[in-house]
């Protein structure tokens, strides 16, 4: 069971690359979401799912875009990286048991720099 | 979602409580008081949460006052592996999905 995992660990982009980044979850949860976290604040939400098909916009979700075909899988695509996307993102996946949804676990992240 | 205020820093003597505190005198009914902590750029961590009672597990308590204008979080037995960020989150729940995170209180613990 290995939980949230996060791919890549490291990114470095050029301006104007495309990219995705992947996020999958063997929890078999509904819920899922991506955040980002610029240095020394807190994280804010680009892009969250709660079930496959269903798909909405966060916070922040300016330049990225995503799509869920699977419950285990929910990959952040990055259109045009842009030196202001530099960052550390967070994917995050809740069940959702009994008419609530339960804590959110998150993924080990992936560092993004784009110069 | 209410907003929440916490101090930017907090230090603590390994092995005495830690108390954390929070601010949200916006909050609503219907929303729940969430902590997540987050260690060196790990992802975040959940804790604990509560609506109005106060709620403890094997991490933490959590003391929300009776107007739920506040909340503090404990951590009895601080130790060094504690040193994290803290985030306090009030959301719509348990059926909202979405977390807020604001900025967070630094605690450090100290040998």
């Known amino acids: 069971n290995a939980g949230v995992t996060q791919t890549p660990k490291f990114q470095v982009l050029k301006t104007g690359q495309s990219m995705t980044l992947q996020c999958a979850q063997d929890m078999n949860h509904e819920y899922m979401s991506w955040y980002r976290q610029d240095p020394g604040m807190g994280l804010r939400l680009i892009h969250y799912s709660v079930g496959a098909g269903i798909t909405d916009q966060g916070e922040v979700p300016n330049g990225y875009n995503v799509s869920r075909s699977t419950t285990e899988d929910f990959p952040l695509r990055l259109l045009s990286a842009a030196p202001s996307q530099t960052s550390v993102y967070f994917c995050a996946t809740s069940g959702f048991l009994g008419g609530a949804y339960n804590e959110q676990f998150f993924g080990p992240g992936t560092r993004l720099t784009v110069l | 979602d209410a907003k929440t205020t916490q101090p930017p820093s907090m230090d603590c003597a390994e092995g005495r409580a830690a108390n954390l505190p929070c601010n949200h005198s916006?909050?609503?009914?219907?929303?729940?008081v969430y902590w997540y902590r987050q260690i060196h750029s790990q992802g975040p961590q959940y804790i604990i949460h509560?609506?109005?009672n106060n709620e403890t597990n094997e991490m933490a308590s959590l003391i929300i006052t009776e107007d739920r204008k506040s909340s503090t979080l404990i951590l009895p037995h601080a130790t060094l592996r504690d040193t994290a960020v803290y985030y306090c989150i009030v959301r719509v729940g348990p059926s909202g999905s979405r977390l807020t995170f604001g900025e967070g209180t630094q605690l450090t613990v100290n040998p």
């Open positions: 509560g609506l109005k």
């Open positions: 916006t909050i609503s009914g219907n929303e729940y």
